[in-house]
Nanobody
Framework: QVQLAESGGGLAQAGGSLSVSCAAS????????MGWFRQAPGKEREFVAA????????YYKDSVQGRFAISRDHANNRVYLHMNSLKPEDTAVYYC?????????????????WGQGTQVTVSS
């Protein structure tokens, strides 16, 4: 049984930095794509970043390109989202997601496994 557990996040000022972490367990993730999504109050869940567990191209939402970075730590079975130059519009609950796929989906409904989410709040 795949389990994903986010941690990190919290409160930051605009222009600051935060990182969120996703601990993945339950199986090997060699053929999985891993994604980060976010959902702000009253808005739909949206794609933020994604990468294959085995490596390769990293994908980003246009508005976070150059500010956010997704990375994997195979030794600790974790996926990270490092967020720099934060803006108030980055405020949302951030979710880690996983799917067994030969591709790297960029849409939330393509992912089968989800964490519980972690709040990121950016003050102006």
């Amino acid at each position: 049984q795949v389990q994903l557990a986010e941690s990190g996040g919290g409160l930051a000022q605009a222009g600051g930095s935060l990182s969120v972490s996703c601990a993945a367990s339950g199986r090997t993730f060699t053929n999985f794509a891993m994604g980060w999504f976010r959902q702000a109050p009253g808005k739909e869940r949206e794609f933020v970043a994604a990468v294959r567990w085995s490596g390769g191209v990293k994908y980003y939402k246009d508005s976070v390109q150059g500010r956010f970075a997704i990375s994997r730590d195979h030794a600790n079975n974790r996926v990270y989202l490092h967020m720099n130059s934060l803006k108030p519009e980055d405020t949302a609950v951030y979710y880690c997601a996983a799917v067994m796929s030969l591709k790297t989906p960029l849409y939330w409904d393509a992912y089968d496994y989800w964490g519980q989410g972690t709040q990121v709040t950016v003050s102006s």
